[in-house]
């Protein structure tokens, strides 16, 4: 298997393993839509900032209405959306235990398909307080971020400031070679973006041989405009 694959296996994995998760504190559960994603989401409700029951409109992520479509190749490809309060979409290299807590909805749209791994999710925690340590934590894990991928090939993985909404950061896994040090196929390029109580997220996982700028241009904007997005919800902004 090449670096990509394993790469895109392994983000594969991480969500699906996320969506059985147990549901963190503070919210309950709606079933994930997969394949298709022609399900049907529940009533959505509203609410203030101290309210567990809160749940994103249909259709609010960028991505979405297009997940509920069926798919060209349905052996090759899968959408999957998710309601659950499972861990952030970017988990660099899987390390350590999230310290992420304090939301009140999460969702989760993602899209698989043969080297190609690609997610989107925006969760709204009940205070700008909570949205910034979740950010601080992912920071911290993206610097402790090592994996072994086999073939003598490591994963590592680094966070950099960028300019977008309140706080914003461009995650970067990338494989190496372990006994040259250069730059090997596979890695994950993402970008998390914090407006008020909320932060968004865009990640892709793919052929990835070196990091330049334009690998994170598509998630870059969009999450600048789902960081003014949020602000239409209530008090998140």
Same mark, same amino acid.
């Given at each position: ?23 963190? =504190? ?16 529940? $009533?959505?409700?509203? =609410?203030? =900032? ?14 979405? $209405? ?38 009140? &909805?999460?969702?989760? +749209? ?16 009940? &205070? ?42 461009? +995650? ?20 998390? +973006? ?10 892709? =996982?793919?052929?990835?041989?070196? +990091?330049?700028? &334009? ?23």
């Amino acid at each position: 298997m090449t670096g990509t694959g394993r790469t895109t296996n392994r983000m594969a994995a991480v969500a699906a393993g996320a969506l059985a998760a147990v549901v963190l =504190a503070g919210g309950g559960t709606a079933g994930a839509v997969t394949g298709t994603a022609t399900g049907t989401a529940a $009533a959505e409700k509203h =609410a203030g =900032a101290g309210e567990t029951g809160w749940k994103l409109p249909r259709n609010f992520l960028l991505h979405e $209405a297009r997940a509920r479509k069926p798919v060209a190749y349905p052996e090759e490809e899968k959408w999957t959306i998710s309601d659950r309060h499972e861990r952030l979409s970017l988990w660099p290299c899987g390390v350590g235990r999230s310290e992420d807590r304090g939301r009140v &909805s999460t969702r989760t +749209v993602t899209y698989t398909a043969p080297e190609l791994y690609r997610a989107e999710q925006v969760v709204i925690y009940r &205070s700008e307080r909570a949205a910034r340590a979740a950010m601080a934590d992912l920071r911290r894990r993206a610097g402790r971020c090592e994996a072994d991928e086999g073939d003598q090939v490591v994963a590592r993985g680094r966070t950099e400031k960028i300019e977008a909404g309140d706080q914003a950061v461009r +995650v970067i896994v990338q494989n190496y070679d372990r006994e040259g040090g250069g730059p090997a196929i596979g890695g994950q390029r993402g970008v998390v +973006v914090r407006k008020g109580r909320a932060l968004v997220s865009y990640v892709h =996982a793919g052929e990835y041989g070196g +990091v330049h700028a &334009s690998d994170f241009r598509r998630q870059l904007r969009d999450a600048r405009k789902m960081a003014v997005k949020v602000c239409s919800l209530p008090d998140v902004c």
